[in-house]
């Protein structure tokens, strides 16, 4: 069987949509694939994962990623396609306001960055990135429910880029959404709270998530060929 791994902070694990959020929507539909398949050889199979923890930062993932991988594999099943999904850097844009200085500086991200792509590269080939959505500077700087620090659409938008050198670095696939969700016209209501999308908002991540990893590739490498 095929493992499919969602890694990233809040936004993954679902805050704040009644559904689960976008990833565990793509779950949903991973999972009847699943069973349209009917679990014959050779078709469709594939067990998805979210390993979203709230307030996780590329930092955060570094220690648990092998563990949380590896607890989830039959090492047994030479066989078996794994899969990563990343979603994760907006906690890592925050600015800290009574410190007067970044979380991270721009290299030390790219630096996290490029150490978890070497790490995930020991566990599986197939590794992907998801960009960062817009967050609402009028709500968020400082952030109300931790005024100590602040969300800047600005650093969002450089991190995000940041991502996607990194991936171009590697050869990997990136799916950039910073400027996809500025245009548009309402895209502040697509967020509950500045930076964490509604239910509108994980639908809109789903459909544009799902459009850019659910393809014949994606079917292939999930099939037990």
Not at 24 to 30: A, D, E, P, T
Not at 105 to 121: A, G, I, M, P, Y
Not at 168 to 187: A, G, I, K, M, V
Request: with cysteine.
């Amino acid at each position: 069987m095929s493992k499919l791994f969602f890694i990233g902070d809040s936004i993954t694990t679902g805050a704040w949509d009644e559904k689960g959020g976008w990833a565990n929507r793509l779950i949903g539909q991973v999972m009847e694939m699943t069973m349209q398949a009917g679990f014959k050889e050779g078709a469709f199979y594939c067990m998805p994962y979210n390993l979203g923890v709230s307030g996780d930062t590329v930092v955060d993932i570094l220690p648990r990623l092998a563990d949380e991988i590896q607890c989830r594999i039959a090492p047994e099943d030479t066989h078996e396609t794994i899969q990563i999904v990343y979603a994760i850097g907006v906690n890592d844009s925050v600015y800290m306001v009574e410190e007067d200085r970044p979380r991270f500086t721009d290299e030390e991200f790219r630096q996290n960055l490029q150490h978890l792509v070497k790490l995930s590269q020991q566990l599986t080939k197939h590794i992907c990135f998801i960009g960062l959505p817009p967050v609402n500077d009028d709500l968020l700087n400082p952030i109300p429910w931790a005024p100590e620090k602040a969300y800047i659409a600005e650093r969002v938008n450089r991190f995000e880029n940041i991502i996607g050198q990194v991936c171009s670095e590697n050869n990997l696939s990136f799916l950039p959404l910073f400027e996809t969700w500025l245009q548009l016209p309402d895209w502040k209501d697509y967020l509950i709270d500045g930076v964490h999308p509604n239910s509108k908002g994980h639908e809109l991540l789903a459909k544009q998530i799902g459009e850019f990893l659910i393809n014949e590739k994606f079917k292939q490498q999930h099939s037990n060929l």
